[in-house]
């Protein structure tokens, strides 16, 4: 495997499984973001809303921001 380049993942694992680990569980959040970004967009595009806030606010903030688009957005 190769070592990584990047401090950062270095300096919260502490064992080479650790950092593999915690690129994992970033990876995951990343891509679980994004989907609920674009479902977030496909459904004001279904509605006839303008949905660009509410897509920024769920890409940093995740469920946090879908829940907030289903309760202030409806």
Known sequence: MRASTSA??????????????LRT????TVVA???LAWL???NARKRG???TG????????GVFGVAGYVLRGR
Do not use: M, N, S
């Open 49 to 51: 809303d303008d949905a």
């Open 33 to 35: 973001h994004a989907v």
């Open 8 to 21: 950062w993942p270095k300096a919260l694992a502490t064992k080479p499984d650790e950092t593999v680990t």
């Open 40 to 42: 977030v967009r496909l």
């Open 54 to 61: 509410w897509v920024a606010i769920t890409l940093f903030t």
């Open 25 to 28: 569980f970033l990876g995951l």
